[in-house]
T-cell receptor, first 114, second 113 residues
Framework: DGGITQSPKYLFRKEGQNVTLSCEQNLNHDAMYWYRQDPGQGLRLIYYSQIVNDFQKGDIAEGYSVSREKKESFPLTVTSAQKNPTAFYLC?????????????FGPGTRLTVT | GESVGLHLPTLSVQEGDNSIINCAYSNSASDYFIWYKQESGKGPQFIIDIRSNMDKRQGQRVTVLLNKTVKHLSLQIAATQPGDSAVYFCAEFLYNYGQNFVFGPGTRLSVLP
């Protein structure tokens, strides 16, 4: 999985609870990303961070929050405000090679909220 | 198992045959493209990439073709094996899109014995 770890693999929570998904990379990449994957759809960008202590909203940021206090770590919190949180969440990091960013993905976390 | 990939287009091929998976991308200004393979319950794996100044690139058993005129990308897998069964999707990179990738929904490849 290219030096990116996500934990846990499966996560179960009750509705109304916040939950934090972990993402760590040892690739020395500056940029990190969180995507959501739902059946039959392409990956959708939640948040991304190009550098430590800075992050930007993606296409579907509502109900999510992130932090980037360390280069290696980019945790995602799914808040109770997220209306449909059950999904497969993928973290990625990217490094620049020859002027182009290549993205490497973690193994994913399957979140189920009941 | 992982529910990712339900309701996707499916391509079924016989083991040993060649597979061709297609992708239509959205922006004629895209600079860079990647094909990913995603097995059930796992994160996507990089297969092969191509830059917009090329129209063909070959890897081990895989070839990517880029037709910028019709904004079409294809992935050819030679001598398809059971281990190739997965969801395949393309990603386009737009420098003006916040330095981020845009992903297609994917195609499920099923290899028949």
């Amino acid at each position: 999985d290219g030096g990116i770890t996500q934990s846990p693999k499966y996560l179960f929570r009750k509705e109304g609870q916040n939950v934090t998904l972990s993402c760590e990379q040892n690739l020395n990449h500056d940029a990190m990303y969180w995507y959501r994957q739902d059946p039959g759809q392409g990956l959708r960008l939640i948040y991304y961070s190009q550098i430590v202590n800075d992050f930007q909203k993606g296409d579907i940021a509502e109900g999510y929050s992130v932090s980037r206090e360390k280069k290696e770590s980019f945790p995602l919190t799914v808040t109770s405000a997220q209306k449909n949180p059950t999904a497969f969440y993928l973290c990625a990091s990217s490094g620049r090679t020859g002027g182009i960013d290549e993205q490497y993905f973690g193994p994913g976390t399957r979140l189920t909220v009941t | 198992g992982e529910s990712v990939g339900l309701h996707l287009p499916t391509l079924s091929v016989q083991e040993g045959d060649n597979s061709i998976i297609n992708c239509a991308y959205s922006n004629s200004a895209s600079d860079y493209f990647i094909w990913y393979k995603q097995e059930s319950g796992k994160g996507p794996q990089f297969i092969i990439d191509i830059r917009s100044n090329m129209d063909k690139r070959q890897g081990q058993r895989v070839t990517v073709l880029l037709n910028k005129t019709v904004k079409h990308l294809s992935l050819q897998i030679a001598a398809t094996q059971p281990g190739d069964s997965a969801v395949y999707f393309c990603a386009e990179f737009l420098y003006n899109y916040g330095q981020n990738f845009v992903f297609g929904p994917g195609t499920r490849l099923s290899v028949l014995p």
